[in-house]
């Protein structure tokens, strides 16, 4: 099914969850602000970008005025906007920080990208400055809200696949621009790793509910290439979570588009395949008397991540992937990268405990 | 297709390769006598067994007399068959030395079962004792006969893929049985490693044709559980290749069957899948077009490759998996123990060059 | 892919082939006007709808006024609307024809949705109406626009699937609501056949660019289903084309959900499957060689119908998919009734050629 | 999994159902000889053939001696070999009657290779001669004896997919010898109709196990076609079963090899493809929940056939598929072929109740 939008309901819209859009990229226009328009909680109420004139294009388009439209030097006039009650930001990486406290200094919400940051100490910084402000911090995991991951997840702990020994996933895709600022550190703080392979380490986390004890990593940065003068092209990691359960994942900027999750059980298998494409994932189970394949009805993954923030503004409650749970996947970025640096295994702080970073659980759609 | 036996062709079954069977289990029962059986070169021409009276029974199954059935104690009788070319040795992995060198004293040419042996110096030393006796030594890797992985191996070789980034590979299965010959360590040599794991393994440098620089690993042999007092339950690993290629790899014998590889290219990728099973194999290729999936006609596995080992027999010519492919693989399992063992990276012997432990092209089925 | 709005293109909206929306249903509401805002050539100018307060509360979602919004009875009032070059007829069948009528006296071009009318005769006046008046009249049958059954027709016809001998399709769904105008006969002019069943008995004569000679049908009514007081529950009918290639077709409104087509050729077949839906369809090539799946780029199936009548009303070229197209899917279903209520073949007018009542060839995207 | 012989079980070969198999083509000697071989309940006990020569060549594989080895002239000797229970009639179709007459005089117990005859006539006293004769008369319709064909029924007539409403099935192939017997009317009765077609008549029947009450049909005889100077290349037909249920199917000698067979019911649906081949089948069953394929252990579709004769040899109870079965289907036939010609619908004789035709349900393997 088709994810058009749908006709906004006019008497409602001016009680929903007011977000301002930081950054309008291809993600806001294309993504973002589409499911923003097609939620049930929230309204795009303002716009933050470097180019005043494509931001009034956009106002036009999606029924704001001028007057909703900020430059970047304009961020903190959002204080006096009342009508805002969040910020979504999607910046390059390494400005997520400035721009959470920022927003959490003038006591907005904040609903962040991922990466969180750009390492485990800069994302912490973010988590801490929304708890002194008082305002929520969620990290933009959106497969950690699909029916699709969910039911994954609830295969791998209802014991359905049986006791779980290894899992594998990918996450690679080919980024042609150069002059991306994905392909520059200081921005990104990392190449494909923190961007698509990310995905692979959070939902490897996600499924298990558990915590990797220890990593090893390899990367591959070519000489000759352009692209990969600041940032690696390839990164492989093994994560070794409790109970011996083992899980490998590749991600690169160099290959071909390929997205999978696999967990392997006693009594049976998973794979996602697609896994964190925006449409179209596919879960596939399988044991002794065959395999089933469930079917969900059509939703916007990213409106269901936005509702469920909009639903932690409102109550107050802690977002089931609050900050914390971006740091945490920064921990592991970061010993990953330095696994690959040493050549040996890096051990991790131990977590004990099922879904330890994650707060209130998110509304499936029926 | 099915793969039933076709009609003999009496005329010419003498003229056949004559293989003595050392090892009467399920492996040569249900596969490799009756692809004997249809093979175009070769012929059962006697047993070697523990148990007389089973072998009898075989014997009679197919053609053959008491006479041509022997017992362990006997195996050197084979030295005056003149109508026993070669030897298939299907025993336990710490018998294949002891069988090999004794066949090559005989004169006897050996096709043995993978893996090779127990270690790479047991292993080098049977090709030591081939080379010594003259008679040629073939490791029996049915993989690297099938249409489906030469095409793999095309794809990956021929550029359809452009250049390739990254491999991943599973080959799990569960092993029920405590007793087994394959759970103890001084049989076996290891566990799911070098049984199953090792189809990952040669295929992965099969589809590249190269070797590893480095390796990485750990595993887990979990402390409750009687089937694994000796041998590890599971193995991850990972293999540097050349040109900052990265292969991962999963093998258990406590997860639900599952036999991947997977290979990612700049431009495209291959799926197998299921990769390493008797029949059924499938190859998917996917790239900007959509994907193909070629079809095969039927054919026996086990038949080609016994095929080909005959050919090597009759011409002289090194067959394409010698005694020199086993050791390798044996070469790089000694060091994913060793690296598991350490928790650091092992560097391997560094091999430049395409198939350089491999001999003379099979011919495929038309 | 997810087919999310663009952003517009502010310059150049106002240059667009401006179409008023009759009649403002779920199919106008979900896919149409999305559709349209995201087409190259075109513009929602009007809308035209039996609840002004609803049309209202479109208006101001789509950035247009309360101006734009007509009710039926005012309808001739679109023609003093410059900006409105045409209409898309979105009416239960029975009124097309006279909302046609009315919007040709008025110089209106007409894109009228499937089926054209209630029967031949009333699709044919359509015609001669629109004829008469000089103005466009095009069905609109997305699904001869989409480069999916594009790929399909190219392979039947350019020969990859050799000689073409057989054809199937279904298109069959649950209706629930005993209520729907679908259900009523003098509002439908049928049931599943002039709704769902068209599509099958449209894309046979697509892929195949001939004329059926004749046809077999047999149709089922429960007595004691509310639902099919008026109108048949299931048809099934059987198409002879020249050179005595055959089709078979099943449509329904009591089986679960299932869309397909199927053209057997001595060299190949093709499978869609889904075949009508209005995303995800898929395509598949079968020979001797294996399969061959081809992956498109995310496109809107309406988009680039409605894009194709834009064209045509701005170089006055006949549309691919004209009223004659339409006319002749209703002589053929006349006939398909006829057939099942007399339990014979029913021969249909010959019509020699190719595509004989198609007109310029769609452009499709890149 | 390969269906490989399985050692044969000396002490309890002599107590099976000794089996005659008459004709020694492509279908006995790749599929029912080996079938037999590997079946729990039968062995080879004679050969008949034209060809004694290739007689003798078969009886040397299979451990039988010359005298095992009879020409059709010394059919009759088969009646002093007390160790042959029963006939299997592999022959070209117009033998069949004469070959089953001449068994049942000799006593001994027939089972045929479909179609039973070349007309329900021919088929119906065959049917009378095994009665008078009192031996039992089994058609070989092996697709009624495999757990995927009856996990298919089951799902019909569980209620799985809810009240059935429409079915569709092809069996076609490209038959490239315009010498072979099966392109002669008098010796096959027909072309592709009573061969592949079969199968879809059959299994239609089968799964909902109720009897249609009319048929329609059109068929294509190529006039340039040397293959096709007897029999048709194609035939399309339509079935009308009790409760408003039609069936849609397409054969050809003409067309790419495919076979499906597809239930349309209100809550789900059931597709088999491929439906009918030897090995590889598959079912996929579709309702609001998703999909599920079942997973079988691997059987030999001819073995479980004939097992299920030699167990309704040994307690005289009726065969699942009697010969009652197969003069059903070509009472059926012989009504296609009728409403080819005539062009209109052909009622056929009402049966009322489930699997009137059918005996002992046939056990299924664990």
Known sequence: MPLKPDLPEPESVQKRVGLAIVGLGKLSAEELIPAIRTSKHTRVAALVTSDLEEGHAFARAFDLTDEDVYSYDD?????????VDGVYIVLPNSLHRDYTERAARMGKHVLCEKPLSVNAADAQAMVDACRAAGVQLMTAYRCQYTPHHWAARDAVQGGKLGPIKLLDSMHVQVEEDA???????????????????????NILRFVLG???????????????????REVEESVSFMLGFPDGIIANALTSYGAHKTTTLRVLGEEGSALMEPAFTYTGLSLILTDKDGQTIPAFGSYDQFGLEIDHFAERVRDGKTPWTPGEEGVQ?????????QSARTGGRVQLEKYAGQDIFRGEKPQLPE
Chains 1, 2, 3, 4 share one sequence.
Do not use: C
Request: glycine fraction near 6%; aromatic fraction near 12%.
């Open 75 to 83: 961020f903190e006039s959002l204080k006096n906007r009342e009508d």
């Open 179 to 201: 002059e991306a600022w994905r392909m520059k550190l200081d921005l990104a703080g990392g190449g494909p790793l923190p961007d698509v392979g990310l995905y692979s380490l």
């Open 210 to 228: 558990t915590e990797p004890e220890w990593v090893f990593a390899a990367q591959h940065q070519p000489k000759n290439d352009s692209r990969f």
């Open 329 to 337: 996947d920064h921990r592991i970025m970061d010993a990953i990268y």
